[in-house]
């Protein structure tokens, strides 16, 4: 078993000639990313991360997860973008759907909050709420170490820890995960004597769950970070050594750029499963940041199926052409529902009983695939085995690697993101950061 991508559906808008014939635009993207000679090329740690990362690190990543569950009823993670939507879509994949309202000897981890990726005050006033009376610690992550929004959050939840536990002991329930020589954060971490964490310089945000980014929250909530890493070390070896026919990642790639040159611009991501919200949201941040610039790319939308086909639903199937779409889909469920006959057949469901709840999924999924098909959206299917580390790893590298090919086929740098400081410039100047006097004047003069 294996994660595998299939576009047999999607027959009638890409055909085997086409893709043939683009085998030797994506096999020359491949060798720019893999040989490193392309636009970002310092940005390319994660390609080697899953056969050569910091086992010293690695091995204190876990100690510190044990020390957090065993003095800790809360874990909260403070982050935002790259790296913020790995761990979360990680965790929520891994664990109970419940995960935090678990009774206590149930969950035998802490209950994990994520804080710092909006500048809600309604959101942390109530995680305060819920803090009340309990023992908790923090993992700061911010590789930049001045991003606004973990840096407000955490400036907050510092002073809740200090007041709780004292500096000394707060120092020892707050770990840093940033750059390993620069920074605020970096700073304020040796000064306090923080337990440190390292983004590594070669990785950018988006590519980062697979370092302590994503390792050390995913590792607090129960899950085996060595499949993890297994996992994305299979997806690895697949992606770098199968040949193109038969490669997941670069027929995604191919795929993809066929369908946008067809005037395809926005791949929706659709889940069956509502544990798999953030991997289509850390999924969207991957391809979004690294392909939107220089006026380009496909734009990456995801809905919540079935929920969202009685909303978005009818769009996909009869609003504007503009879409493809990409199912990934959980061949096996781990919860087996089977429905059971009533006496009186009010609802007119007794045609089902019997059948588990997951095949009634199954047949939603099928159905839909061929409904917005003949709707003319090509649907492609990723399909995950089963919800477990291992399969995440796969899954995880599947997309990093597509996506870096995906961008080099579209001529933009997959790797930077220039585009995110603008929204910044205007903020800091809003708010009257010392150096932004004259933007402020004119921005003020245009609201
Ligand atoms: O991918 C990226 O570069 C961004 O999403 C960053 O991860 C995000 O802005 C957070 O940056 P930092 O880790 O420096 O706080």
């Not at 086992?55 to 044990?66: G, S």
């Not at 003319?376 to 580390?389: A, G, I, K, R, S």
Request: with cysteine; glycine share 8%.
């Amino acid at each position: 078993k294996e994660v595998t991508f299939d576009y047999s559906k999607a027959a009638g808008f890409v055909s085997a000639e086409e893709m043939a014939n683009f085998k030797t635009t994506v096999m020359a993207a491949r060798d720019t990313l893999v040989e490193k000679t392309g636009a970002g090329n310092d940005y390319l740690g994660w390609i080697d991360l899953p056969v050569d990362y910091d086992q010293e690190e690695f091995a204190r990543i876990k100690k510190a997860a044990a020390k957090i569950q065993g003095d800790s009823d809360v874990l909260l993670v403070v982050g935002i973008g790259g790296s913020y939507l790995g761990a979360r879509a990680a965790i929520e994949f891994l664990s109970h759907s419940f995960y935090n309202v678990l009774p206590k000897g149930v969950r035998k981890t802490p209950e994990i909050y994520f804080v710092g990726n909006s500048i809600s005050s309604k959101y942390i006033r109530d995680l305060q709420q819920v803090l009340e009376g309990k023992d908790f610690s923090i993992n700061i992550i911010s590789k930049s170490g001045t991003t606004t929004e973990p840096a407000i959050a955490f400036r907050v939840f510092k002073e809740m820890l200090v007041n709780k536990y004292g500096k000394d002991e707060a120092s020892k329930r707050i770990y840093a995960t940033t750059d390993k020589a620069r920074g605020a954060l970096k700073n304020l971490a040796d000064q306090e004597g923080y337990e440190e964490f390292v983004v590594p310089d070669d990785v950018g945000g988006r590519y980062s769950v697979l370092t302590a980014v994503g390792l050390l929250p995913i590792a607090v909530s129960g899950a085996n970070i060595d499949k993890l890493m297994e996992g994305a070390a299979s997806g690895r070896k697949k992606a770098l050594e199968l040949p193109y026919e038969t490669n997941a990642a670069l027929q995604y790639a191919a795929v993809r750029n066929i369908l946008l040159r067809k005037g395809k611009q926005v791949e929706i991501t659709a889940n069956y499963e509502p544990s798999l919200h953030y991997v289509s949201e850390w999924w969207k941040q991957l391809f979004g940041e690294s392909e939107g610039k220089d006026r380009r790319g496909i734009f990456p939308a995801s809905v919540d199926l079935t929920t969202d086909l009685h909303s978005m639903g009818q769009f996909i199937q009869d609003g504007a052409r503009i879409m493809f779409e990409t199912v990934i889909n959980v061949e096996e469920s781990p919860a087996e529902i089977l429905l059971q006959k009533e006496e009186v057949d009010t609802d007119g469901m007794n045609y089902l009983a019997g059948k588990s709840v997951d095949f009634v999924n199954k047949s939603a999924m099928n159905g839909t695939i061929l409904a917005h098909t003949d709707g003319d959206v090509p649907n492609l299917l990723v399909t995950v085995p089963e919800q477990n580390e291992f399969y995440l790893g796969e899954l995880f590298y599947f997309y990093e690697f597509a996506c870096g090919v995906s961008g080099y086929i579209l001529g933009i740098n997959p790797f930077n993101q220039p585009g995110v400081e603008s929204y910044k410039r205007n903020m800091f100047a809003l708010l009257g950061k010392p150096g932004y006097e004259e933007q402020r004047e004119a921005l003020l003069k245009r609201l």
